[in-house]
């Protein structure tokens, strides 16, 4: 059992969250229907502290939120992009208690040391590092306590704001948001989902020289202990100074890992933050080792080749081709003003891979800009309803983007995307079916 009674946990979590989350909904509210002013930097401030100081996955969809076009003002968007937990861990007591529950009452049996100490500590659990008999050196992911509870509460809030957004801003329809993120946040609490994941990525990049990920120990696992390998390795983020050729080459790595997986085993991982990337050394070569892997999605072929076909509709300004891609993907019935709005947002995400040159991921600062203007353009034309494969699609491309932009990468993204997807050729006509 967990450490606390859940309608306790609950009203705790309510508490904690629902002053700032229904203050800065009733003040978006208020800017949009009364003229009135509010200082977003400061509002913003105040609850990005409010929620990376709590555990749970509130602070996860903040993250999401902030990369759909629109859906919160600038200076939301900008602080919750950035969002960390500072969240305290939890001390020994609950370590050794979990450990117990997971394991049985001879769990230190299994390890010839085990540091009770975290050595991270993020928003479901906490990981500790320890040495398996064997003399493996593992990472052993605990999840807090009363985490269902946690993420039911968190669930209410979301649908609060998402409610509030809807009744003032029509450019999105949110109810396949929220569902979508309501499944993936439960499966996160599996840590049996997890491990499979790894194991999946595992067999992606068993032949690749440098991208790795942690191997799982199966016989310490559970639905709420997940025991892996320990790794090694800096942040990404802490290249960001170096030569222009080291951070080109992490770049490559860093586009290969993440597209690699969709384009040719239909799954991504959803969560491409910069502190799921390790830099390691693989024979004297600096490699990427890929963690956390409680958001990974699956797709259907189709929905793959739509993405492409979108890609070569953009490509060749083939309208018809367009269409094709959007009903592919599950848009229904787009009338063609809304389709054009649609296609600027997508123009933005596929502009790197459409300019066949060496260049940044990102060269102007002009994102924002252009999802502010699709978004209110959709609001005008009634809104779309995002079909749920194209949620995490979205948010982890923004993600990934964000990651090679603060790298401060120059390739030719064009070629590198162009070899990727070579392979789909044969798969794709040239040219969308006529009805």
Same mark, same amino acid.
Request: glycine share 6%.
């Given at each position: ?14 508490? &904690?969250?629902? /002053? ?10 208020? %800017?949009?229907? $009364? !003229? $009135?002013?509010?200082? #977003? ?50 001390? =020994? /007591? ?15 049996? /299994? ?46 809030? $979301? ?6 957004? %809807? ?7 949110? *109810?396949?948001?929220?569902? %979508? ?5 439960? +499966? ?5 989902? =997890? ?7 595992? &067999? ?18 559970? &639905? ?7 790794? *090694?390795? #800096? /942040?990404?983020?802490?290249?960001? *100074?170096?030569?222009?050729? +080291?951070? !080109? ?41 890929? $963690? ?24 060749? !300004? ?18 063609? *003003?809304?389709? +054009? ?14 300019? @066949? ?11 924002? @800009? ?18 749920? =494969? ?19 990468? =120059? ?6 995307? %162009?070899?990727?997807? @070579? ?13």
């Amino acid at each position: 059992m967990d450490d606390h009674f859940p309608f306790f946990t609950r009203l705790s979590r309510y508490a &904690k969250t629902s /002053s700032s989350l229904v203050g800065t909904a009733t003040r978006l509210a208020s %800017e949009h229907f $009364l !003229n $009135l002013s509010f200082d #977003e930097e400061k509002q913003a401030e105040a609850l990005m502290l409010t929620l990376g100081n709590l555990k749970g996955p509130l602070m996860k969809v903040a993250q999401f939120l902030a990369t759909v076009p629109g859906a919160l003002p600038k200076a939301y968007a900008e602080k919750f992009l950035t969002l960390q937990t500072n969240a305290p861990a939890m001390g =020994e /007591s609950f370590v050794r208690r979990r450990m117990r529950g997971e394991l049985g009452e001879n769990w230190p049996d /299994s390890f010839q040391d085990f540091d009770l100490q975290p050595s991270f500590a993020a928003s479901l659990g906490q990981v500790h590092k320890a040495t398996l008999k064997d003399g493996s050196t593992v990472a052993c992911k605990l999840q807090y306590p009363d985490m269902e509870t946690i993420v039911e509460a968190d669930l209410q809030q $979301l649908r609060l704001v998402l409610g509030v957004y %809807e009744a003032f801003q029509k450019g999105i329809q949110t *109810e396949n948001i929220f569902e %979508e993120i309501k499944e993936k946040l439960f +499966e996160e609490l599996d840590y049996f989902l =997890e491990a499979e994941a790894l194991q999946t990525y595992g &067999k992606i990049f068993a032949d690749h020289p440098l991208i790795s990920v942690p191997k799982v120990f199966t016989n310490y696992s559970t &639905k709420r202990l997940l025991t892996m390998d320990f790794v *090694e390795g #800096e /942040s990404l983020m802490r290249f960001t *100074e170096s030569s222009l050729s +080291e951070r !080109n080459h992490l770049a490559r790595l860093l586009f290969h890992g993440w597209y690699f997986p969709f384009y040719h085993h239909n799954v991504i991982h959803g969560d491409p933050h910069p502190g799921n990337y390790r830099v390691t050394s693989v024979d004297g070569k600096q490699g990427l080792c890929l $963690l956390d892997f409680g958001c990974v999605r699956h797709f259907n072929k189709n929905f793959i080749k739509g993405v492409i076909h979108l890609y070569e509709a953009l490509k060749k !300004n083939d309208r018809d081709r367009m269409a094709y891609a959007y009903e592919m993907w599950g848009f229904d019935h787009l009338s063609f *003003e809304v389709m +054009e709005i649609m296609s600027d947002w997508a123009k933005l995400l596929f502009d790197p891979l459409l300019d @066949d040159r060496i260049r940044p991921i990102q060269e102007k600062i002009t994102g924002w @800009d252009v999802a502010s203007d699709v978004h209110s353009r959709l609001s005008q034309c009634g809104g779309v309803k995002p079909p749920r =494969e194209f949620v995490f699609m979205d948010r982890a491309a923004v993600g990934i983007g964000s990651v090679l932009f603060h790298l401060g990468a =120059e390739l030719n993204w064009h070629t590198l995307f %162009e070899e990727l997807i @070579d392979t789909h050729r044969d798969e794709i006509p040239l040219q969308a079916p006529l009805e």
